[in-house]
């Protein structure tokens, strides 16, 4: 961990030195930087989407199948029971 | 610098999402939560009414949907699906006669309804019903200050026993029968029948449909007829709370819980985004500020991404609609 610690400092350092000597580079690289992030938020968002959709089509296959036997059970029973009045 | 500015940009702009909603969704823990309209009622969730005799054209089904997105619709018993599209403030509306016209001799009719809107990862939920009263009478259903005719549709939390009985009342004294959901009740009754809570709806069984009858010792009186839905939802869900509302000058204002991300008073519509600054997971509330007018009644609609949804209507600002047949 320390070492890894160690590595960032030292590419910070770099990249410092280098704007030093040559301040677009680092308007450069921080426009880089910008273009990456903005390619990664856009691929995310596509992901997201793609999940929305798996979700959605997943949720179409919901019925009411065992509600509506039941329901067809109980009226046959009661209104032939009304119709006969006993 | 320039190019600083610009890239700072964005980044705030290409983090704006809509709020997280931590509660968990209506549909997956079994709570109907669709607006319906249809026979002077509105209801949210579940809504039943009586077929017509006649005329079946005039009457509607009506979803108002606020967003954009799909719907389905669907009936196996009585042979009805219907699925579309609709776009921003569209009322899908769907005529008794296109939903009955291959029910044969179905004499009740549930429709399962799905509402998905863009962008959303969970669906809305709804059950519309349609019974047919034939020559029967209706009898009338009490539950507190609850009352209905013909028909209802009431939705419990899991683990709410309210010690309130349903009470049916009709004429004279006579025979009482109950079927539904594993339960057969046939008892005498005198101008009512009072049945606990508890027996109609048990703890494990999700949705009940029981169907009701009262015959009277007097011949010459006609049987009466009641169609009940009962629905049970795991608390773990939650209808979205009502927005608090104050007046500051002669702005009406009114403010959101944070997981809200649309909210239609009227016919405007609006949007919460968060991200780049604003947490998306945060407790800040949402607030709209509107001009006031003391004669205009604010029909106030609200949806989280998350797949829940409420209604609540206000008048010289006063709360004048809130939906009674969801109790939790």
Do not use: W
């Given at each position: 961990m320390e070492n890894q610690f160690d590595n960032l400092l030292k590419i910070i350092n770099s990249i410092l030195d280098i704007s030093k000597a040559n301040p677009m580079m680092l308007g450069v690289a921080i426009f880089m930087v910008g273009i990456g992030y903005g390619w990664l938020q856009y691929k995310y968002k596509k992901w997201q989407e793609e999940q929305i959709l798996i979700e959605q089509d997943h949720d179409r296959e919901d019925n009411i199948d065992e509600l509506e036997e039941e329901n067809q059970r109980s009226n046959e029973n009661v209104r032939d029971r009304l119709r006969r009045r006993r | 610098m320039k190019i600083l500015v610009f890239l700072f940009v964005l980044?705030?702009?290409?983090?704006?999402?809509?709020?997280?909603?931590?509660?968990?969704?209506?549909?997956?823990?079994?709570?109907?939560?669709?607006?319906?309209?249809?026979?002077?009622?509105?209801?949210?969730?579940?809504?039943?009414?009586?077929?017509?005799?006649?005329?079946?054209?005039?009457?509607?089904?009506?979803?108002?949907?606020?967003?954009?997105?799909?719907?389905?619709?669907?009936?196996?018993?009585?042979?009805?699906?219907?699925?579309?599209?609709?776009?921003?403030?569209?009322?899908?509306?769907?005529?008794?006669?296109?939903?009955?016209?291959?029910?044969?001799?179905?004499?009740?009719?549930?429709?399962?309804?799905?509402?998905?809107?863009?962008?959303?990862?969970?669906?809305?939920?709804?059950?519309?019903?349609?019974?047919?009263?034939?020559?029967?009478?209706?009898?009338?259903?009490?539950?507190?200050?609850?009352?209905?005719?013909?028909?209802?549709?009431?939705?419990?939390?899991?683990?709410?026993?309210?010690?309130?009985?349903?009470?049916?009342?009709?004429?004279?004294?006579?025979?009482?029968?109950?079927?539904?959901?594993?339960?057969h009740i046939e008892e005498d009754y005198n101008t009512k029948k009072e049945i606990n809570f508890k027996i109609l709806v048990p703890e494990f069984k999700k949705t009940c449909n029981f169907v009701v009858g009262m015959i009277p010792i007097n011949a010459e009186i006609p049987p009466g007829l009641f169609s009940l839905t009962v629905n049970r939802f795991n608390q773990r869900t939650q209808m979205i709370s009502k927005p608090r509302i104050w007046f500051k000058g002669s702005k009406f204002a009114l403010s959101f819980e944070h997981a809200v991300s649309h909210v239609l008073i009227n016919q405007k519509l609006y949007t919460f985004t968060c991200g780049g600054l604003i947490s998306c997971k945060g407790n800040k509330r949402h607030k709209i500020y509107l001009e006031y007018d003391p004669n205009m009644l604010y029909e106030v609609r609200m949806f989280t991404t998350n797949g829940r949804y409420n209604l609540f209507k206000y008048k010289k600002g006063a709360l004048v609609w809130k939906t009674n047949s969801i109790i939790y």
């Open positions: - | 980044l705030v702009v290409s983090c704006q999402q809509l709020p997280i909603d931590r509660i968990d969704s209506a549909k997956e823990h079994g709570l109907f939560n669709i607006e319906l309209h249809s026979c002077n009622k509105t209801q949210i969730g579940m809504l039943g009414c009586i077929i017509p005799k006649e005329n079946l054209e005039n009457y509607y089904l009506e979803i108002p949907t606020g967003l954009t997105g799909s719907y389905l619709i669907r009936s196996n018993k009585c042979n009805f699906r219907k699925e579309g599209a609709f776009s921003n403030k569209e009322i899908v509306k769907i005529s008794y006669k296109e939903l009955l016209a291959n029910r044969g001799y179905a004499k009740e009719c549930l429709y399962d309804i799905k509402i998905f809107i863009d962008n959303y990862p969970k669906s809305f939920r709804g059950l519309f019903k349609l019974t047919d009263l034939e020559d029967f009478q209706p009898i009338e259903l009490e539950i507190n200050s609850f009352k209905a005719s013909t028909t209802a549709m009431l939705q419990y939390r899991t683990g709410l026993n309210p010690a309130t009985n349903f009470v049916f009342k009709y004429e004279e004294k006579g025979l009482f029968i109950l079927d539904g959901c594993g339960i």
